[in-house]
């Protein structure tokens, strides 16, 4: 089953950036991205926005796996 944690590391990967790398192009943390990618923590509604928008993509697909 496809999850937000798994949908990310999708994005992220497909980018062919590093944890890191997307850490620093948005201003975080990396062990906030790793949190989210392992599940362990879910973006807030602020961080999945900045994140759908980075990735050019809906907060829906990123959340629900839904395109529009």
Known sequence: ???ISTRIVS???DAGLSQQQLADDLNLSR????LWE????????????LLADYFHTTLDHLVKGEHS
């Open 31 to 34: 062990r906030a991205v790793s």
């Open 38 to 49: 392992t599940g362990r923590r879910t973006p807030d509604l602020q961080s999945a926005s």
């Open 1 to 3: 089953m496809e999850t």
């Open 11 to 13: 994005l992220r990967k």
